[in-house]
């Protein structure tokens, strides 16, 4: 009898769940495997929200849904299905925001305020590294992705200050925070130290807005960074593309139409026969002849957005996501000459936990002269100051203060020497090896009489081989953000990013060829 009357209630209350649901809009579910079947599902409104929540096996799987109806959205709480409901997405940063003000209590204000953030957030584009947590699929806002994935960078920043102000909205705020963009700018440089090195320039650029021409246009990368740019208040992405193939891109990528962005087709462009007698002044007599200066101009991306920058059409470009940089920097110094007194070369910032390091030369010199490798030990000190570093200079080799004494050391002492003379007002000193130059107790204990006061911070190196080995090693061995190189010494402000270069490192340089053209 009891058994009888066990049954009979479970076949009621699934009867009443079945008409319940039926002709339903939404069904959130938070009981056990297989309270929902297919049948159910079927009789539901037109788009039905379904959030099968129990755990671990939902109520009904997303692939017993889609067998019956193409038209639902699904949530659960597992993250191998799209659109997890995960309490990592609010708890932690609703807490943030309300410490961070020191809310009296966490009120209904507060909880609507971190959801309608996330809603805002899953709107937006998706960062590299939640594609790449998704094996490179590219999330774009949709049935299947309604809801922030739970390692979104993002959240960080987004939750915490929309609670925030909700807690000063509705008066449980104790301690309001004065200036919410600078509250959201700390708390991205929690989760970046990029953004905490850098961000006195980006508050520059910031206040002095500039043009900076994205070279890669109709690249899916160079969209999403150029409007970034644009969100970040550091001035007016230009994009060198046709603009069927932009419009094409951005509708490909869930994006609007591109509104703030402005674009220039190369081969169309009214500033063609200014920019080709530009460039054929340059080159008239580097062998080119007017025709080869004007098919350049209309088909080659680089030398027209160098054009726009060397014809003060923009401030400032970045480029180089779908080019090798040397065969970039080629293309760019056909329109763009050094600056008169400097020298060309690349500088990589490496930002690891506990110290940042700046290498030269990255991209330029083969095997740079004595003369060569003091010019960019200066012009790497000047940009060290310029990034908020006391300069302390070592001029790498394999030998440490002539032991052994080898030839190929001998144009880095040469270069000590040329410091010498010039009586820089940094400190430096040299041959090295990079042991020697970034631990203090080595230093001291070997060779008491090296001028250095504590562990290098710029690594001038001897030769390109080693350095761009070293640039593009140290950061996949220690797990430390690398900003470049970042290109010194051309009379216009020019950035040129690695192939493999994330949306932020285009964005990064993209600022930061801006703040060179405030310079």
Not at 23 to 47: C, I, N, P, W, Y
Not at 78 to 101: C, E, K
Not at 414 to 435: I, P, Q, T
Request: charged share 25%; aromatic share 6%.
């Amino acid at each position: 009898m009891n058994q009888w009357k066990s049954a009979h209630a479970t076949e009621s209350r699934a009867r009443t769940l079945a008409e319940a649901i039926e002709e339903a809009d939404v069904f959130f579910g938070l009981s056990a495997k297989g309270t929902v079947d297919q049948t159910m599902v079927r009789a539901m409104a037109d788009k039905p929200i379904i959030f099968a929540m129990a755990n671990p096996d939902p109520e009904i799987t997303p692939e017993e849904v889609r067998a019956v109806r193409s038209d639902a959205i699904i949530a659960t709480g597992r993250s191998d299905y799209p659109n997890q409901v995960n309490n990592v997405l609010g708890f932690p940063y609703i807490f943030r925001g309300a410490l961070d003000v020191h809310a009296s209590t966490i009120n209904d204000a507060i909880k609507i305020a971190a959801a309608e953030a996330l809603a805002r957030l899953a709107r937006e584009d998706v960062p590299d590294e939640v594609a790449a947590a998704y094996s490179g699929e590219r999330l774009t806002y949709g049935p299947d992705y309604i809801i922030p994935a739970p390692f979104d960078p993002r959240l960080i920043w987004a939750v915490p200050s929309a609670v925030a102000k909700a807690a000063m909205d509705s008066g449980v705020a104790r301690k309001p925070i004065l200036d919410m963009e600078a509250y959201r700018r700390s708390l991205r440089a929690r989760l970046d130290p990029t953004a905490a090195g850098l961000e006195l320039i980006f508050e520059r650029v910031r206040a002095e807005p500039k043009r900076v021409v994205f070279a890669e246009g109709e690249e899916e990368k160079t969209i999403r960074a150029a409007l970034l740019f644009r969100e970040s208040g550091y001035g007016t992405p230009v994009l060198v593309g046709r603009e069927d193939r932009i419009k094409s891109t951005m509708s490909g990528m869930g994006l609007s139409s591109p509104e703030g962005l402005e674009i220039h087709n190369a081969r169309l462009s009214h500033h063609n026969k200014r920019y080709t007698d530009f460039l054929y002044a340059r080159q008239q007599r580097q062998g080119m002849l007017y025709r080869d200066c004007q098919r350049l101009v209309n088909q080659d991306r680089n030398v027209f957005a160098a054009c726009m920058v060397a014809c003060a059409d923009a401030d400032a470009m970045v480029t180089g996501v779908t080019r090798n940089s040397f065969d970039v920097l080629d293309e760019v110094s056909r329109v763009i000459a050094v600056k008169p007194g400097s020298e060309l070369f690349g500088l990589t910032v490496l930002l690891a936990r506990e110290r940042t390091v700046l290498l030269a030369d990255t991209l330029v010199h083969e095997v740079p002269s004595s003369v060569q490798l003091a010019d960019i030990a200066i012009q790497a000190a000047a940009k060290a100051h310029e990034i908020g570093l006391v300069p302390r200079l070592a001029l790498l080799s394999y030998s440490n203060f002539g032991n052994p004494m080898g030839k190929d050391g001998q144009r880095v002492r040469d270069a000590v020497a040329l410091l010498d003379g010039r009586g820089v007002g940094f400190e430096y000193d040299g041959e090295m090896s990079a042991d020697v130059a970034l631990d203090e107790r080595l230093m001291r204990q070997l060779y008491p009489f090296c001028r250095l006061g504590g562990p290098a911070n710029i690594l001038v190196m001897p030769e390109l081989h080693s350095a761009n080995i070293a640039a593009k090693l140290l950061p996949q061995l220690g797990g430390g953000t690398v900003i470049g190189p970042l290109l010194l010494g051309l009379s216009h402000p020019v950035q040129i990013v690695n192939m493999g270069a994330a949306v932020s490192d285009l964005v990064n340089l993209a600022a930061l060829s801006a703040h060179d053209a405030i310079r």
